[in-house]
C-alpha cells in the first residue's frame, strides 16, 4: 500500500485503517472522522488531529474538534484539544463552541496558550485574557 492508496482512503477497499495509527495522518474529510465517532473507533482522536492538519477550511474542522472536546473519553478529549491548538496556529481562529468547551478543560494546555499566541485577542473570551494576564503580571513581578 503506497501513500496514494493511503490518501484515498486508507487500504485497498477503500478505507480507513483505525487499527493502524500510521495510516490515519492522510485523514482529510470530516465526513470519514465523524463516522468514526459513531462508530466508537478508539483512535478517533488521532483522526480529528490529522484531519485538521490536512483539511483547509477551519469552518468545515471546528465541528468535528468539538465533538473530540465534547468526548466521554479522557483521551479523546485531550487529542481535541491539541486538534483546537492547530487550528489556532494553522487559521488564526476558533468558534464560540470550542471556546465554551474548552473553558472545562484545565488552564495552561496546548490550545489555550496557542490561542492566546495565534488568534486575535478581540477574539477570545474574558476567562483566557484572564489566565493569560494573570500569568503575565507573575511574571512581571516575580521573575522579572
Known amino acids: 500500500m503506497n501513500r496514494d492508496e ?25 465526513e470519514q ?20 492538519l490536512n483539511h483547509p477550511d477551519p469552518k468545515a474542522v471546528l465541528p468535528v474538534v468539538a465533538r473530540a472536546l465534547e468526548s466521554q473519553d479522557q483521551e ?39 490561542l492566546w499566541s495565534f488568534v486575535a485577542h478581540r477574539e477570545l473570551p474574558l476567562w483566557l485574557w484572564r489566565h493569560h494576564l494573570g500569568e503575565r503580571l507573575v511574571w512581571l513581578l516575580r521573575d522579572r
Open 6 to 30: 493511503l490518501a484515498s482512503g486508507g487500504s485497498e477497499t477503500g478505507r480507513v485503517d483505525w487499527l493502524h495509527s500510521s495510516t490515519l495522518r492522510w485523514v482529510d474529510q470530516p
Open 33 to 52: 472522522v465523524d463516522a468514526a465517532f459513531e462508530r466508537g473507533e478508539g483512535l478517533v482522536g488521532v483522526a480529528v488531529i490529522a484531519l485538521v
Open 76 to 114: 479523546v478529549r485531550r487529542q481535541g484539544v491539541v486538534a483546537l491548538a492547530h487550528v489556532a496556529r494553522q487559521h488564526h481562529t476558533v468558534d464560540r463552541r470550542c471556546l465554551e468547551l474548552l473553558r472545562a478543560c484545565p488552564r495552561g494546555n496546548e490550545a489555550d496558550d496557542d
